[in-house]
């Protein structure tokens, strides 16, 4: 079955990019950038358009094999959903580069979420201010450690999960792929002190993405591509960093490589 609209139908779950040229680094190409805030449909079906299914609604049954109409509602009416759009465009010469709408697309997606909590206080008690520091140390202490401009740019800090009294799980990001940037899209090496010094912990040890086994005890399969495959063993090996130890100095973190820690208070 040849269907010319679905089957160039993607999801976008952050942004859509529209580029002249054959890069996207946005060296030299007229840019066009639509970021959305939750994933929809997205297709460009003739060059220079960009388009995206915001929502869809179905009266019929389409025919393929649901057997019902996609017909949502409530209070007698068909839902509608709605979001948020952003664009980015620049012109010949400038082009948008990764190092700006990249950052952009982790501020809508990981946007603050406000939180409240009931208090016998009123607004005027000045005790008031003092209880809501407390509240909010106990409940998110990384926000008391000006994370954000601490760790490189290019390291995203994807979990910060308390285990116990005396354990927390971190898991950190190197949200750049290789090439994308000249300087971002680049080895990233934090030292241990550093990190140490922003987290508070005693020690720490490396675990798997899942943070259910030691990394040092993982048995990583070890693949060996053929020689006319695009990437040799080299560049395949050379992709993966270090594993982190007790003493060493430094953490490595190669582009798109995600590390799972435990941290012991």
């Known amino acids: ?4 609209v679905s089957g160039n139908y993607y999801p976008v779950n952050s942004r859509m990019i529209l580029t002249e040229g054959n890069g996207l ?33 179905l009266l019929l049954d389409d025919a393929f094999g649901v057997g019902e109409a996609l017909n949502e509602t409530a209070f007698g009416e068909g839902l509608v959903i709605r979001g948020k759009h952003w664009l980015l465009l620049a012109g010949e010469g400038t082009g948008v580069p990764v ?40 409940m998110f202490p990384i926000l008391d450690s000006n994370i954000a401009p601490t760790l490189p740019s290019n390291i995203h ?24 940037d ?15 010094q922003i987290f508070g912990f ?38 993966i960093s270090s594993l982190y130890k007790d003493g060493d100095a430094v953490i490595e973190f190669q582009t798109m490589e995600i590390k799972t820690f435990v941290l012991f208070y």
């Open 202 to 239: 005693k020690r720490m040890k490396e675990t798997t993405l899942g943070g259910n086994q030691w990394k040092d005890q993982s048995n990583r399969m070890n693949w060996n591509p053929k020689p006319d495959e695009h990437l040799t063993k080299y560049e395949v090996n050379s992709r």
């Open 1 to 4: 079955m040849y269907e010319p």
């Open 99 to 138: 190092s700006i709408h990249r950052p952009i697309a982790q501020e809508i997606y990981r946007k603050p979420i406000l939180a409240f909590q009931k208090t016998s206080q009123s607004s005027e008690d000045p005790s008031t201010n003092e209880i809501e520091s407390n509240f909010t140390y106990r």
């Open 25 to 57: 680094n946005g060296d030299s190409e007229k840019t066009l950038v639509l970021l959305n805030d939750r994933t929809q449909g997205g297709t460009s079906m003739n060059d220079g358009e960009m388009e995206l299914m915001i929502h869809r609604r």
């Open 182 to 196: 000249a300087v971002l899209s680049k080895k990233v090496v934090i030292p241990y002190e550093k990190l140490q």
């Open 157 to 180: 800090l994807l979990t910060y999960e308390k285990l116990s009294q005396s354990k927390h799980l971190l898991r950190l990001e190197h949200f750049y792929e290789s090439g994308e």
